[in-house]
């Protein structure tokens, strides 16, 4: 028969295990709290950088999140940036950045060669939960340069406005709509970056003394390459 000393042995050899049972199933517990606490305080952004000409993914694309924060009641006036990421060679980026009071957000997506877009993230559409997922497009970038130049003899009544027609973005010389000139001794230039790789048009307006001129012309933006148009009267 086994001695008390064995009994006793066999006692205390449970009781161990019992314990290092009960320490692992706490380290488990106190484990998923921290990570669950972790990601109550994250958000994360994921997404597909596109061409916006030919539907293409886009790799390489540098896509940051930029936040305005409310820190203390006060309101940050600039942006600042939370995080960024690379688009793969799937056009495919995600981005976890830390929970705060946002006041505004934005992904800013940049690439030689296309122009810089961002695209504004409603604050409360972001929860810990569940990942924001976005489906964004680049342009690739050209620039037109408008030289606008009136000839002696002038009258001081000439009057010259310019703009561009339909145009789906946002550029120097079209988000205002029409650009208008006192044509005394006129000489300018408008340099406007536009979407590359298509056709661009325009109108004049052109109101002097003799009479009034009204056309419509195109021009040819080439992906990162200038394209000009030269008004003179």
Request: proline residues 5%.
């Amino acid at each position: 028969f086994p001695s008390h000393d064995t009994f006793g042995d066999m006692r205390g050899w449970r009781c161990s295990l019992h314990l290092l049972s009960f320490l692992g199933i706490l380290s488990s517990m106190l484990f998923t709290a921290a990570c669950k606490k972790n990601k109550d305080n994250t958000l994360v952004i994921s997404g597909k950088m596109r061409s916006g000409q030919t539907g293409l993914t886009l790799e390489g694309v540098s896509v940051s999140i930029e936040k305005k924060s409310v820190q203390g009641g006060t309101y940050s006036a600039a942006f600042t940036t939370a995080a960024s990421a690379i688009s793969d060679g799937t056009g495919q980026f995600e981005i976890t950045f830390p929970r705060e009071n946002f006041s505004e957000l934005r992904i800013a997506a940049t690439k030689p060669g296309y122009l810089t877009r961002y695209f504004p993230i409603p604050p409360d559409a972001l929860t810990p939960e569940t990942p924001y997922i976005t489906l964004l497009d680049l342009f690739e970038r050209s620039e037109i340069q408008v030289n606008i130049r009136s000839l002696a003899p002038f009258d001081p009544g000439d009057k010259l406005n310019f703009t561009f027609i339909r145009t789906s973005f946002d550029c120097a010389c079209c988000k205002d709509g029409w650009q208008s000139f006192d044509a005394v001794q006129l000489d300018t230039i408008l340099n406007c970056l536009v979407y590359g790789n298509r056709w661009l048009q325009y109108e004049v307006q052109l109101y002097n003394s003799i009479n009034d001129t009204i056309y419509r012309d195109s021009v040819y933006c080439p992906t990162s390459s200038l394209g000009v148009i030269s008004l003179s009267y």
